[in-house]
């Protein structure tokens, strides 16, 4: 779900990830047409990189 959402509005996985300012640039980059691809990938690469933080924070409480 977070997946489609990082492809049409790229800056709303910023504030839904709770990383107001990176929204906020992101939201900017995303207003101009040449911007909207690279935001759209930020966004996606940003996405990944929460999921596996969220992972590993899993695993770790698992182990203790």
């Known amino acids: 779900m ?3 959402v990082a492809i049409i509005l790229p800056w709303l996985v910023f ?3 709770g ?3 990176e929204g ?3 939201l900017i980059l ?3 047409v040449l911007g909207w691809i690279p935001a ?3 966004a996606l690469i940003t996405l990944s990189r ?3 933080y969220q992972l590993a924070l899993a695993r770790a409480k698992h182990r203790v």
């Open 2 to 4: 977070l997946v489609l």
């Open 15 to 17: 504030f839904i990830l």
């Open 19 to 21: 990383r107001t300012w």
């Open 24 to 26: 906020f640039l992101c």
């Open 30 to 32: 995303q207003l101009t």
């Open 40 to 42: 759209t990938i930020w």
């Open 50 to 52: 929460w999921r596996r």
